[in-house]
């Protein structure tokens, strides 16, 4: 079982970058595969990124591909997302999710632990 906590959140402008990171406790964190999903306002929870538990394998869905990099250190139980070339639509709650076991890495119900999330807002 795994703990995670999102931090980096904040409120930015077009165009500029956040980094946010997801911190796991608990043991074996590098067997877990992550995800980051994020949820705006009246709206469901939809697929942003994700990495193997190797982090030989990464995963972006269409509207953030070229402008987000996922990435993480096992050793220090961390996995970040470096956000550039931010955009309004961008803005959301933006949550860290782990599971052992996976075959569609976008599907939020493959996962089983899932951070409290950190607030992105991105103002134009």
């Known amino acids: 079982q795994v703990q995670l906590v999102e931090s980096g959140g904040g409120t930015v402008q077009t165009g500029e970058s956040l980094r946010l990171s997801c911190a796991a406790s608990?043991?074996?964190?590098?067997?877990?595969?992550v995800g980051w999903f994020r949820q705006a306002p009246g709206k469901g929870r939809d697929f942003v990124a994700a990495?193997?538990?190797?982090?030989?394998?990464?995963y972006y869905s269409d509207s953030v591909k070229g402008r987000f990099t996922i990435s993480r250190d096992n050793d220090k139980n961390t996995v970040d997302l470096q956000m550039s070339s931010l955009k309004p639509p961008d803005t959301a709650v933006y949550y860290c999710?782990?599971?052992?076991?996976?075959?569609?890495?976008?599907?939020?119900?493959?996962?089983?632990?899932w951070g409290r999330g950190t607030q992105v807002t991105v103002s134009s």
């Open positions: 999710a782990a599971t052992l076991y996976v075959t569609n890495y976008d599907r939020s119900h493959q996962y089983n632990y």
């Open positions: 608990g043991r074996g964190f590098s067997r877990y595969g």
């Open positions: 990495i193997s538990s190797s982090g030989g394998l990464t």
